[in-house]
């Protein structure tokens, strides 16, 4: 997995390439850290529309910065294109708890707005 993140005021944006898996979740989650870090309140933006997979461990650091993110007051946004990842936050629930977008585009106006 490769991870890029770069700062847009008011927000952050990651934007995650490859699998969301045991390997790749510890790369996403170090630049989860450091931006989560840096931002108080957070506002966060993670693309995962290049991220064709995802398991228990990558939702885990997907379920973990919500938790994080929420209890600072802050927002997150996943950017999800259809496929795996929207299917298994449906199938789990957690549909009803992330906040997503279908482009990047979409989440920097959502976010702007609430600027």
Do not use: Y
């Not at 008011?10 to 979740?25: I, N, Q, S």
């Not at 993110?69 to 708890?97: C, E, K, Q, W, Y």
Request: glycine share 6%.
């Amino acid at each position: 997995m490769v991870v890029r993140s770069w700062r847009e005021e008011p927000l952050t944006v990651l934007h995650a390439v490859g699998d969301l898996d045991v390997a790749g979740a510890p790369r996403l989650q170090a630049a989860l850290d450091q931006v989560l870090a840096s931002a108080d309140p957070p506002k966060l933006v993670l693309d995962l529309t290049d991220v064709p997979f995802c398991d228990s461990v990558g939702l885990g650091v997907l379920v973990a910065t919500h938790s994080h993110v929420r209890h600072a007051h802050g927002r997150f946004i996943l950017v999800l294109a259809p496929g795996m990842i929207s299917h298994l936050l449906t199938i789990t629930n957690l549909d009803r708890h992330f906040e997503t977008c279908s482009s990047l585009l979409e989440a920097r106006a959502v976010l702007g707005a609430a600027a």
